[in-house]
């Protein structure tokens, strides 16, 4: 049998090359829904919605754990056809129907799309029609959004960073060996170098290597428990300073420009990219973490 509603779809004007969006930007564009006779419409809306949810299992002997967490930041309708609570109806006859559409994202701090191993955080367009005794027809469609980093910045980014150890050693060497690290900062832009300065001394027997690692780390909250994943995104090593030594070095390591954004502003969920400075003694690690 030929189905009444044929097609249900929604476009939306990208406002730039890389087709996201910000705060305060305005999402604009329009439905279509093909029919094919006389239909009659109990209503027909678009709701533009932004949320984080968050969802993971553990197995604990013979019973299954669930972990669940959900954030709502906003949620609008545009109706195109009648009101909820009206009782009237609306015959659309055969043929497309196109109903524009226009909404503003936030000017709030909200965090930026994300979609990770147990968690995301989306913002769409859902436009549904509903007929009496029917089921909805529904469709949607994802939008990309980046928050601003000058909206609520998160205090002390701005600023120097520094972190020292030392380390006697014991196995296959002896001497100690000690690390000074400094960063002018620790908020960083996609595409900016991330300038690493640090006074190594060496005293032990052997020769040493600095190596430096910016992994990422998800965390994902729900019920009171944490979910953590991590990766190394970046990997580089200095030049080798030899034994009875000291040495300031410094390396800038390049930021990717297509790195993920950090977020640091939802409760259920937070994406960060932290920077580890590490002392490499043939098969001994001294390592020291920083935040990035």
Same mark, same amino acid.
Not at 136 to 163: A, C, W, Y
Not at 169 to 184: H, I, P, Q, R, Y
């Given at each position: 049998?030929?189905?009444t ?5 929604i ?26 006779k006389?239909?009659?419409?109990? =209503?027909f809306? %678009?709701? !533009?919605? @932004?949320?984080a *949810? ?10 299954? &754990?669930?972990?669940?967490s959900k ?40 965090p ?7 968690g ?19 469709? =949607?469609?994802? %939008?990309? !959004?980046? @928050?601003?980093? *000058? ?10 960073? &520094?972190?020292s ?6 196995l296959f060497?002896s ?5 000074d ?5 620790s908020?960083f ?13 060496n ?6 290597k ?7 780390k ?6 009171g ?13 200095g ?54």
């Amino acid at each position: 049998m030929l189905s009444t509603i044929k097609k249900i779809e929604i476009t939306y004007n990208s406002i730039n090359a890389s087709n996201t969006f910000t705060n305060g930007d305005i999402v604009s564009g329009h439905v279509s829904v093909e029919v094919a006779k006389d239909c009659q419409i109990s =209503s027909f809306y %678009i709701k !533009f919605k @932004g949320k984080a *949810d968050v969802l993971w299992s553990e197995r604990h002997g013979q019973t299954t &754990h669930v972990y669940h967490s959900k954030d709502k930041y906003f949620s609008v309708r545009q109706y195109f056809i009648t009101d909820p609570n009206s009782k009237d109806s609306n015959v659309l006859p055969p043929g497309i129907h196109v109903y524009p559409f226009s909404f503003q994202f936030p000017l709030q701090n909200i965090p930026s799309s994300f979609k990770g191993e147990n968690g995301k955080i989306v913002y769409l367009l859902e436009a549904a029609l509903s007929r009496s005794m029917r089921m909805d027809s529904k469709e =949607s469609t994802m %939008i990309n !959004f980046v @928050g601003r980093g *000058d909206l609520n910045p998160v205090p002390g980014l701005m600023e120097p960073q &520094h972190e020292s150890k030392d380390k006697k050693m014991k196995l296959f060497t002896s001497g100690t060996v000690a690390m000074d690290v400094n960063l002018e900062k620790s908020g960083f832009f996609q595409g900016e170098g991330l300038k690493v300065k640090a006074f190594i001394k060496n005293d032990s027997s052997r020769e040493i290597k600095p190596k430096y690692c910016i992994y990422r780390k998800h965390s994902f909250f729900a019920s009171g428990k944490r979910k953590v994943h991590t990766k190394d995104l970046i990997k580089e090593v200095g030049r080798p300073i030899p034994p009875s030594a000291s040495e300031n070095v410094t390396q800038v390591i390049a930021i990717p420009q297509d790195v993920e954004t950090s977020i640091l502003n939802c409760s259920i969920i937070k994406v960060e990219h932290r920077l580890r400075v590490s002392i490499n003694i043939k098969r001994i690690w001294k390592a020291e973490e920083m935040h990035l």
